[in-house]
T-cell receptor
Framework: EPEVTQTPSHQVTQMGQEVILRCVPI?????FYWYRQILGQKVEFLVS????????KSEIFDDQFSVERPDGSNFTLKIRSTKLEDSAMYFC?????????????FGEGSRLTVL | KQEVTQIPAALSVPEGENLVLNCSFT??????LQWFRQDPGKGLTSLLL?????REQTSGRLNASLDKSSGRSTLYIAASQPGDSATYLC????????????FGTGTRLLVSP
């Protein structure tokens, strides 16, 4: 069964360093998303991406964050200068259609620890 | 602003019991509602998706209902098994926006043998 894959599964970094989290969405999906979950808190929406541009972003997604689809398969989240509060599990998701069925498929997540 | 709440926060039952997890949302202008399962340290697995025009969806031992006007959904698990132990999350999509999901707080379920 097709699945969303994410790398790395866990990354430890020093505060102020740049981090890139990678995702390979399901191949025939057109809509891509990043969510995050700080330990013990709700899963929160960060950004959605369609047709090579951001379609919606949350207040969390400030100038330190960027997303890119550098080729036909990868979807990346970059954090330019990490802060302690960026420590979280980051989930990539994809969907085939916008809202007709609306089902999102999530990856296993990338745990980011900022020291 | 949409708020999604799940009760109970945690539930412990013996194997074989039927159980109900509750989800409530403050804004009824939703497009759909999705139930997920999350195992510790793992990703989110989609269980059921209910469109706003639907009343319920079933998959195996799982049945989810939706009452949009009252802002409620329930997930019914029949004949629970230890393998059902996980955190269950509900999430809604609003009528506006590109598939942004608003998640609930989750119910942590433990089914003991």
């Amino acid at each position: 069964e097709p699945e969303v894959t994410q790398t790395p599964s866990h990354q430890v970094t020093q505060m102020g360093q740049e981090v890139i989290l990678r995702c390979v969405p399901i191949s025939n999906h057109l809509y891509f998303y990043w969510y995050r979950q700080i330990l013990g808190q709700k899963v929160e929406f960060l950004v959605s991406f369609y047709n090579n541009e951001i379609s919606e972003k949350s207040e969390i997604f400030d100038d330190q964050f960027s997303v890119e689809r550098p080729d036909g398969s990868n979807f990346t989240l970059k954090i330019r200068s990490t802060k302690l509060e960026d420590s979280a599990m980051y989930f990539c998701a994809s969907s085939q259609r916008l809202q007709n069925t609306g089902e999102l498929f999530f990856g296993e997540g990338s745990r980011l620890t900022v020291l | 602003k949409q708020e999604v709440t799940q009760i109970p926060a945690a539930l412990s039952v013996p194997e074989g019991e039927n159980l109900v997890l509750n989800c409530s949302f403050t804004d009824s202008a939703i497009y759909n509602l999705q139930w997920f399962r999350q195992d510790p340290g793992k990703g989110l697995t989609s269980l059921l998706l209910i469109q706003s025009s639907q009343r319920e969806q079933t998959s195996g031992r799982l049945n989810a209902s939706l009452d949009k006007s009252s802002g409620r959904s329930t997930l019914y698990i029949a004949a629970s098994q230890p393998g059902d132990s996980a955190t269950y999350l509900c999430a809604v999509t609003m009528n506006t926006g590109f598939q942004k999901l608003v998640f609930g707080t989750g119910t942590r379920l433990l089914v003991s043998p």
